[in-house]
C-alpha cells in the first residue's frame, strides 16, 4: 500500500495497487473526498510560468503550503513574494467551498494568480466537493483506468468533468465547462509526482484554455509529513509576505 499527497488537497491517498472491486459511485467518490483521517502538511517552493496568445511569457516563483485535516484545510499562496493569500476549507460534501483571502500587505493591482488562469481552488482541488450530476463512461488517462464524474458547483456556475485514478481514487484530469457545453473552457492536469517520507505529492501540474497555457512546478523545494498539532515545524510554514 502507497500513500498519496495530491496537491494542495495533500489527503493521504490509499493506493490499491491491484484490482479492486468496483464500489458503487457514492463511496467511491467518499474514498476520493475523504481517503484517510490521517492529518498531513506540505510546503512546496517553485516556478509558475504563463504563456498567452500575443504576449510575451511570465514566470514567477510561487510558494504553496497546506495543512489538511480531516474536518478542514487551512494554507496559502504566494506569487512572487509580493501576492499573496490565504485559503480555509471546511471539508463537507456538496457545500464545502473555498474561502480566498488577501495576506495584508499582497499587491492589489493587476492580480498575478488570476492573470496566469490559476484559481486556490485548483491547488486544493476543492471541486472534489462539488455535489455530483452523474458518472459517464469510463476512459484511459495517462495509461490509467479512470472513472469520469461529472459534478456541478452549488451556485451552478459551472460544471466539471473529473477523471479519477480508478484503482488509486485520485484525479488526473479535471474538466471545467461552462453551463449547457461540452467542451471546456478551462482544463487542469496532473502531470508527475515525487516521493517524500513516504508521502507522494504532486511536484508539477499544468493549466490551459483557449489561447493560453501555465505550468506549474514545485521544483525547488518541498517539505512534507504528517500534521501534529502543535508540531511548530509544521505550524511555521504559513508565511508573511
Known amino acids: 500500500m502507497k500513500r498519496w499527497i495530491l496537491l494542495v488537497l495533500f489527503a493521504v491517498w490509499t493506493a490499491l495497487l491491484a484490482a479492486a472491486e468496483e464500489?458503487?459511485?457514492?463511496?467511491?467518490m467518499e474514498r476520493v473526498r475523504f481517503p484517510n483521517p490521517t492529518?498531513?502538511?506540505?510546503?512546496?517552493?517553485?516556478?509558475?510560468?504563463h504563456r498567452r496568445s500575443g504576449e510575451a511569457p511570465k514566470s514567477e516563483s510561487i510558494y504553496f503550503?497546506?495543512?489538511l485535516q480531516p474536518e478542514r484545510m487551512t494554507g496559502q499562496i504566494i506569487i512572487g513574494d509580493k501576492e499573496g493569500y490565504l485559503i480555509g476549507q471546511t471539508r463537507n460534501s456538496g457545500d464545502s467551498e473555498t474561502s480566498v483571502v488577501p495576506m495584508q500587505g499582497s499587491r492589489q493591482e493587476n492580480p498575478m494568480l488570476g492573470y496566469m488562469g490559476v484559481r486556490a481552488s485548483d491547488l486544493t482541488m476543492s471541486f472534489l466537493f462539488y455535489p455530483v450530476l452523474k458518472e459517464l463512461e469510463p476512459e484511459?488517462?495517462?495509461a490509467v483506468p479512470c472513472r469520469v464524474v461529472l459534478l456541478e458547483a452549488p451556485d451552478?456556475?459551472?460544471?466539471v468533468r473529473v477523471y479519477i485514478a480508478?484503482?488509486?481514487?485520485?484525479?488526473?484530469?479535471?474538466?471545467f465547462l461552462k453551463p449547457g457545453e461540452s467542451e471546456p473552457f478551462r482544463?487542469?492536469?496532473?502531470?508527475?509526482?515525487?516521493?517524500?517520507n513516504d508521502l507522494y505529492y504532486t511536484d508539477e501540474i499544468g493549466l490551459f484554455g483557449p489561447?493560453?497555457?501555465?505550468?506549474i512546478n514545485f521544483n525547488k523545494s518541498a517539505k512534507v509529513g504528517l500534521f501534529v498539532p502543535g508540531d511548530k515545524a509544521a505550524s511555521s510554514i504559513i508565511r508573511t509576505l
Open 65 to 67: 503550503a497546506v495543512i
Open 187 to 196: 482544463t487542469l492536469e496532473v502531470n508527475s509526482f515525487k516521493q517524500e
Open 211 to 215: 489561447g493560453w497555457r501555465t505550468r
Open 23 to 28: 464500489l458503487p459511485l457514492d463511496r467511491f
Open 140 to 142: 484511459i488517462v495517462r
Open 166 to 175: 480508478r484503482n488509486h481514487y485520485f484525479p488526473l484530469k479535471a474538466e
Open 39 to 49: 492529518a498531513t502538511y506540505a510546503a512546496l517552493e517553485g516556478q509558475i510560468q
Open 156 to 159: 451552478k456556475s459551472e460544471q
